[in-house]
């Protein structure tokens, strides 16, 4: 199903489904912590508390500095996907960020990447790597972390650099658990759309997922199967698997963190404990804080805990999702529609100059570097000049009238010929080298002018939006000319990306 095919009547029955109208404001609130209600959020929670009002939800996991620019995107996607329900159904939509910190990817948590003043990319990495198997929840930003994530922020560019920096210095302090300053990083937006927090390690440690945790888990083979056989269609179809298929599409945590659940014989292994299939589902049901979803089951919980009628994914989300209509249709949950978050690609107005001098386009640049490179070389470099022999065959072309009018005249004069030959070698040589000189330089400009772009719009052979964290941009920008130009995605359908040009407030280098 698609966002444009959810109607009043499947608002109407995903209404009366989730948690409480109570126990979702509890959540919401306990996500928001200190942070004060906008305007918009306290009427996006006052339209939560509504039993006929629907959700339309995103998320992300935990990411340094706000996380990858998309995760913004994806704020201001939902909250466009909520106003279209809304218009499009008549009952009540309310946009919801579902932050994922139930994983143990610490690595991809605590990294980021910031362009630096040079066009070099630079990345931040703060985590030591220690406890590799504990939960991004239960993390907590020590001494030593807090000084490397300050020490990293004087990267930052821009006429708001310093603000940003303070910000992200009070955001990323010592003792704050790495949810929360993600959480933080992200406030300023999350309270200008009216988009409400939900930690799902919330909902996990406080177990409101065991009724449909127990429920999966008496279901899990025929899932597993369904699963599976959705899997090998799309593969048959030519196209690629997101994810892989555990036996057993559930985590375990112990002392020593997140574990697999691995079939074994008559019953299941979680590290060195074997225990029976009744054994396991006795455990769901006294600990289910312990049971953690992996990819697979993480939507089918959110979706289960949430009235959703529409789930705003990223292109690698879409692709695994699409691995699980029939897993919902066997436990009995009613999938959401799936729509693509829309994207965009940022560049200030500085960059927008270079691109033109370039004498191409954007497009031209959102490649990877070395065929750029390659490219730029083939326009500029030994191409434009002769080569030796075709050299030498002009100056002795030019030339042989004399050296045959010397041989008839007074072959003495040949010796003078040959020095007028010499002379013009010389001469040519010299002009070469200056034509090579102007050349290189040339293409250093050129090179160093199409470095800083394909730096901005497509850093490390990668969309822009995949590489740098939101606080890069807000120290370009500013949190109100950067929320400004995310608004410019609302006034596209959802879905696309657009490349959009800052208009003021441009770095200072």
């Known amino acids: 199903m698609k966002l444009q095919d959810v109607d009043r009547s499947f608002c109407e029955v995903r209404a009366r489904q989730g948690a409480s ?4 404001t509890d959540l919401v609130r306990s996500a928001l912590g200190q942070t004060a209600l906008s305007d918009a959020l306290q009427h996006a929670l006052k339209v939560l508390q509504t039993p006929t009002s629907v959700v339309a939800v995103t998320g992300q996991q935990v990411g340094l500095f706000g996380g990858p620019m998309y995760t913004t995107y994806k704020i201001r996607s939902v909250a466009q996907a909520a106003v279209q329900i809304t218009e499009q159904t008549g009952v009540p939509c309310v946009p919801v960020f579902w932050i ?8 991809e948590a605590m990294t980021a990447h910031l362009l630096k003043a040079t066009h070099d990319i630079v990345t931040i990495k ?3 790597g220690s406890a590799p198997r504990q939960r991004v929840s239960s993390r907590i930003i020590d001494p030593l972390m807090q000084e490397s994530i300050h020490a990293s922020l004087t990267n930052l560019q821009g006429r708001y650099a310093d603000a940003t920096a303070a910000r992200m210095q009070g955001v990323y302090a010592d003792g704050v658990a790495w ?41 899990n083979s025929s899932i597993v199967e369904r699963i599976r056989t959705t899997s090998e269609a799309i593969v048959e179809n030519g196209e690629h698997v997101q994810a892989v298929v555990p036996d057993i599409p559930w985590m375990y945590t112990t002392s020593e963190g997140r574990q697999r659940i691995e079939q074994a014989d008559h019953g299941v292994r979680i590290a060195d404990t074997l225990w029976s299939s009744d054994e396991l589902l006795e455990h769901s049901r006294r600990n289910p804080e312990r049971f953690t979803p992996t990819v697979l089951t993480r939507p089918m919980v959110q979706d289960a805990i949430l009235p959703t009628v529409v789930s705003v994914l990223g292109a690698a989300e879409l692709a695994y999702h699409r691995q699980l209509p029939d897993a919902y249709d066997c436990a009995g949950l009613a999938m959401p529609a799936l729509q693509q978050r829309s994207g965009m690609t940022l560049i200030t107005a500085k960059t927008q100059r270079n691109i033109i001098k370039s004498g191409h386009d954007i497009g031209w640049f959102q490649r990877p570097w070395q065929q750029i490179e390659h490219n730029i070389a083939s326009e500029l470099t030994n191409d434009l000049m002769p080569e030796i022999e075709v050299q030498r065959l002009f100056i002795d ?4 009238p004399y050296r045959d009018a010397a041989e008839h005249i007074d072959p003495t004069l040949i010796a003078t010929v040959n020095a007028q030959k010499a002379g013009m070698e010389t001469s ?27 730096a901005h719009v497509f850093p490390s052979d990668n969309l822009q939006e995949r590489v740098y964290p ?5 120290s370009m920008l500013g949190i109100d000319e950067l ?8 006034a596209n359908e959802l879905g696309t990306h657009i490349m959009t040009q800052a208009t003021h407030n441009e770095p200072n280098n």
């Open 126 to 128: 703060p985590w030591d």
């Open 428 to 454: 040519l040589e010299v002009l070469e080298g200056k034509l090579r000189s102007a050349a290189k330089k040339k293409n250093s400009v050129t090179l160093d002018r199409a470095h800083a772009v394909h």
């Open 397 to 400: 072309s030019a030339l042989k």
């Open 21 to 24: 109208r109570s126990r979702l």
């Open 100 to 107: 994922e910190d139930n994983d143990h990817d610490a690595g």
């Open 179 to 219: 949810s929360e300053a993600f959480l933080a990083a992200l406030a300023p937006y999350l309270s200008r759309w009216g988009v409400l927090p939900i930690r799902a390690s919330q909902i996990i440690d406080a177990g409101l997922h065991g009724p449909v945790l127990q429920h999966l888990l008496a279901l």
């Open 470 to 474: 939101l606080a890069m941009w807000e």
């Open 483 to 490: 929320a400004s130009l995310c608004d410019t995605i609302a």
